[in-house]
C-alpha cells in the first residue's frame, strides 16, 4: 500500500486529478469506477480545469458510478448520478455512452445491480477504482459487515451513514442503495483512496489493524496495488 500524504484537501485534490491523468496517459481507455461525496470535490474540479487545458483526454474512457441511493432517479438533485454529471462528466469530453450508473429507481433491485454486475464484466473489469471512505469504514456503500465476496447489490444502510446523509440536506432519507460489491473493487487492477483529516482514525484502523468485515475498507490490504491520499 502507498500513502502519499498531504497538507490540505487543495493538495489532495491536485495530487489525486495528476494520478489519474498519469493512468488515462497510460491508457487512454481507462475503465474507472468512481465515487460521489465531498472528499473527491477538487479532484474532480482539478480534472476537469486539466480536460480544459488539454492536458487530459476522456473521448476514450469509461466510467461506472459506484454507487446510487435506492428509490432516486438519474434526475433527482440528490442523486449520486446528479453529483457525478454536474461536477465532472458534464464538464469534460467523455462520451456520454461510456458512463454507465446504476439506476436508483428500479422496479427490480436484484435484475439492476446483475445487469450493472454484467456491464462491469463485459467491459472487462475495472482499470482503477477510486474510493472515499465513510465515518465507520464503508467503501462505497459496503457497510460494515459486507461480505468480502459480495457483487453488486441493494443493501441497508447503516443508521449512521443516513445520519451522516441528513445532514448533508437531502430531504428525502434513502435507507437503501445500490452499490457495487467488495469483490468487484478487489478485482480492480488499481485502487485509489482518497480521505480527509477528519478520516485519520478510520484509515488508521482499516490500514493497520487486522483484515475484518468489521471495517469493509481493511479488506484493502489484500490489494496488491493500492494508493491512499491523505490529508494530514
Ligand atoms: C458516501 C458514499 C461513499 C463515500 C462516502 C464518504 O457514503 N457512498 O462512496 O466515500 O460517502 O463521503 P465524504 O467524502 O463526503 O466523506
Known amino acids: 500500500m502507498k500513502i502519499i500524504k498531504t497538507k490540505n484537501m487543495e493538495e489532495l485534490g491536485q495530487k ?3 494520478w489519474v491523468i498519469e493512468k488515462i496517459n ?12 465531498n472528499t473527491p470535490t477538487l479532484m474532480y474540479q482539478k480534472l476537469v480545469e486539466a480536460n480544459k487545458a488539454g492536458k487530459a483526454d476522456f473521448s476514450k474512457v469509461k466510467v461506472f458510478n459506484l454507487d446510487e441511493y435506492y428509490g432516486l432517479s438519474s434526475e433527482h438533485p440528490q442523486s449520486f448520478y446528479q453529483y457525478l454529471f454536474k461536477n465532472f462528466y458534464s464538464k469534460i469530453n467523455l462520451n456520454k455512452e461510456n458512463i454507465e450508473y446504476l439506476h436508483g429507481d428500479t422496479d427490480d433491485p436484484g435484475a439492476e445491480a446483475q445487469r450493472y454486475h454484467n456491464e462491469i464484466q463485459k467491459a472487462g473489469g475495472f ?9 465507520n469504514g464503508h467503501i462505497a456503500f459496503n457497510e460494515p459487515g459486507s461480505s ?13 451513514t443516513v445520519k451522516r446523509d441528513s445532514s448533508l440536506g437531502i430531504p428525502i432519507l434513502p435507507e437503501r442503495a445500490l452499490t457495487v460489491g467488495i469483490s ?3 478485482s480492480s487492477k488499481e485502487i485509489l483512496l482518497l480521505a480527509g483529516k477528519e478520516k485519520k482514525e478510520i484509515i488508521e484502523k482499516a490500514i493497520k489493524n487486522p483484515v475484518t468485515e468489521k471495517i469493509p475498507a481493511s479488506v484493502l490490504q489484500k490489494h496488491q496495488n493500492v494508493t491512499v491520499i491523505i490529508e494530514e
Open 16 to 18: 489525486a486529478a495528476d
Open 127 to 135: 482499470d482503477l477504482v477510486i474510493l472515499g471512505i465513510g465515518e
Open 26 to 37: 497510460e491508457k487512454p481507455d481507462l475503465m474507472m469506477a468512481l465515487p460521489t461525496g
Open 184 to 186: 468487484e473493487i478487489l
Open 148 to 160: 468480502f465476496e459480495s457483487k453488486t447489490r441493494l443493501v441497508d444502510l447503516a443508521p449512521e
